[in-house]
């Protein structure tokens, strides 16, 4: 339930306590079950029913002593404990209107007035628990998510059931690990993605570790190391073994939501060095209207350090816009444009390619949920090949689909496919590609 | 669509019933078609004490089990079976249900689901298959002593407040998870004690339909 109408359903509550409207005409004798039947729930200690019952006595017969007298000695024992019903209700309204607004410790504050209220923990705890885990007290998190996912609003105990999964895979300090194999139709690579026509495909074995530290959870700086392999059962040659690290900061306000981030990272090829980049990276999502817009540019400095592949060396540049719509709890599609551009030693490598994208997540399932995108991207070289004899001009179509199952509480599983269909003016460089896999992925919050 | 159920099957029940009775029948099943359960239970109670040959005492049920009072249905679903058996109906059976699950009363439960089936409409049929798979779920293994002792506590605490139907609906579902042991755990203390009470709830399934 949204927990807004929840707040304001109980607020507006008029009370069975208020004033009682008679019939236009008294009838004793229409009143006397009526007074049975509160007396009985009175007795069994049913004061609701028992408080409606002599209302109904009241409007058939407004004089009825017993009626008067045992409404006011209820309602005077319901005064105090509606107040602090009421108390907890403007409290959890409050909490919500400080959430909004970014203000998280006024908010946490708000919502644990609420807590003092039955009706109102599940809600109180749900965001409770959304406040800690920005924060990064994912223990704390989980704890409140626990008792959010127990409410008989399924709404919300969904919703807290993938806050809890969410809370213990992340923290101030979190590791994650995936293992992982794959069909690869065309893994012979150059540094700008170009294959070979024929195509050489391979089985692959992927590995990735990364460790992820965040002192003041969300928001604030954050740092992440990472080292990854991918090992190739025909083409060892094409092993690429790779370590990595990052600084950033991340903002997270009322509306505006935004990174920054600096990283480096290194590559060996077949156990060789391969490649040296820095890179620099903003990301930015906004709310307008019904739409998320999500802008992010990154700049990279690639420096590879195999002869054959220096004159790919150079800057690339890359960004990106997006619109993310959901329709649906369930459901988000987005739709959006990305371009980038390489200026490499080789003037003849540089380019600018740019393009359309769509995506769409959709939860199947508690813990089950599939990922698409599909893209195209026009690229064009900048300069004339003289060993091709001719100025390039490909076209890449990408498709791609992920399913992600969480098995357990630190694990997952995921299944991708990926295609990429690869057309140029010189039609040699013309290749397609097939991607698919199995993974098995790890994620823990340390501390 | 079941409280509109309710209130059609209620309709068709009035012809029979005192004129008194009819405007507080009538007016508990708009109560509870509108969600008002506590004011549709007045009605209903209201209805009963002007006479309504039984029928008023499965609607009181029904919105007992809808103000989450599920032991108190229990007795009211063991009255109107016995004052009204003609009256009842597959929905009514599925409240029954209900009341019974929250109860924690699984065995009962289930009787009442299989009996009630698709007979209700298939959004119930939906729900009866869905309450049932999480019973099945329950009982893959064989219930332990710990949850027999529950039951068997729990009927002592209701006899003890006069609450004898109630009490054998707690001694009939510690039978029924005795038997679903090798070692028949509890098993002839529950029947002894079953044997003991002045009431017993009327049988669950059999009634005639109408």
Same mark, same amino acid.
């Given at each position: ?39 009985? $729930? ?40 509606? /107040? ?15 959430? $909004? ?5 006024? /908010? ?26 920005? $924060? ?105 073994? %790779?370590?990595? %690290? /990052? ?132 690229? %064009? ?40 269909? /690869? ?8 290749? %397609? ?15 | ?210």
């Amino acid at each position: 339930m949204n927990p807004g109408l929840l707040v304001a359903a109980l607020l507006a509550e008029p009370g069975l306590c208020g004033p009682v409207t008679p019939l236009a005409s008294p009838d004793p004798a229409a009143a006397a079950p009526y007074v049975e039947v509160a007396e009985a $729930e009175q007795a069994a200690g049913d004061t609701e029913t028992a408080l409606i019952a002599w209302r109904e006595v009241l409007r058939r017969e407004p004089r009825h002593a017993r009626a008067r007298a045992a409404l006011k000695k209820l309602c005077q024992g319901n005064t105090a404990a509606e /107040a602090e019903a009421e108390a907890a209700a403007a409290s959890l309204l409050s909490g919500l209107s400080l959430l $909004e607004r970014g203000e998280d410790v006024a /908010a946490a504050a708000a919502f644990r007035e609420a807590l003092t209220e039955q009706e109102l923990v599940d809600t109180a705890s749900f965001f409770l628990g959304v406040l800690a885990l920005r $924060e990064g007290r994912a223990d704390d998190a989980g704890t409140f998510f626990d008792a959010a996912a127990t409410s008989s609003d399924e709404g919300l105990a969904r919703r807290a059931g993938a806050l809890r999964l969410r809370a213990a895979r992340e923290g101030r300090v979190s590791l994650t690990g995936r293992l992982g194999g794959e069909y690869d139709s065309n893994v012979d690579l150059a540094p700008d993605g170009t294959r070979r026509q024929g195509g050489s495909g391979d089985g692959v074995s992927t590995a990735l570790a990364e460790l992820s530290v965040r002192p003041w959870g969300q928001r604030g700086p954050y740092a992440r190391v990472s080292g990854n392999y991918r090992g190739h059962l025909r083409f060892p040659g094409f092993d690429l073994a %790779g370590a990595g %690290g /990052a600084l950033g900061w991340a903002h997270l306000g009322p509306v505006l939501q935004g990174t920054v981030e600096y990283g480096l990272d290194y590559l060996a090829l077949g156990g060789t060095p391969y490649l040296l980049a820095h890179r620099l990276r903003g990301a930015a999502r906004v709310p307008v209207g019904p739409v998320v817009m999500e802008g992010s540019a990154a700049v990279r400095r690639e420096d590879f350090l195999v002869t054959a592949f220096e004159g790919y060396s150079g800057w690339r540049g890359m960004a990106r816009l997006d619109a993310e719509w959901s329709p649906t709890e369930s459901l988000t599609l987005s739709a959006g444009w990305s371009g980038g551009v390489l200026r490499a030693y080789d003037l003849a490598l540089g380019f600018f390619e740019h393009g359309p994208r769509a995506g769409l997540s959709l939860d199947l399932n508690p813990g089950l949920r599939v990922l698409g995108e599909v893209g195209y991207s026009l690229r %064009g070289y900048q300069n004339f090949d003289n060993p091709l004899g001719a100025r390039r001009e490909d076209g890449y179509l990408d498709a791609s689909a992920v399913l992600e199952w969480d098995v357990a509480r630190h694990w997952s599983m995921q299944a991708s496919v990926g295609w990429r269909g /690869a057309s140029s003016n010189v039609p040699e460089l013309a290749y %397609g590609r097939f991607t698919g896999g199995l993974a098995l992925v790890w994620s823990r919050g340390l501390f | 669509m079941k409280r509109l159920a309710l209130c059609l099957a209620l309709l068709g029940l009035t012809a029979a019933t005192p004129p008194d009775a009819t405007p507080h029948l009538l007016q508990g099943a708009r109560h509870f078609r509108e969600g008002r359960f506590a004011n549709a239970l007045v009605e209903f109670k209201v209805a009963q004490r002007l006479g309504t040959d039984g029928e008023a005492d499965w609607y009181i049920a029904a919105s007992l089990v809808k103000l989450g009072r599920a032991e108190e249905a229990l007795e009211a679903f063991s009255t109107a079976r016995k004052q009204a058996p003609d009256a009842r109906d597959a929905l009514l059976d599925y409240y029954h249900a209900l009341a019974c699950y929250e109860a924690r009363l699984y065995l009962c439960a289930d009787t009442l689901l299989d009996a009630v089936g698709d007979a209700s409409g298939p959004r119930i049929g939906e729900q009866v298959r869905k309450l049932r798979a999480d019973i099945a779920v329950l009982f893959r293994s064989a219930p332990t002593p710990g949850s027999i002792d529950w039951y068997h506590a729990r009927a002592a605490q209701v006899r003890a407040t006069g609450r004898p139907v109630l009490a054998a609906h707690y001694l009939e579902e510690a039978v029924g998870l005795a038997g679903k042991r090798e070692d028949r755990y509890r098993l002839a203390e529950a029947r002894a004690a079953l044997g003991k009470l002045s009431e017993r709830p009327a049988p669950l399934v059999g009634g005639a339909s109408p």
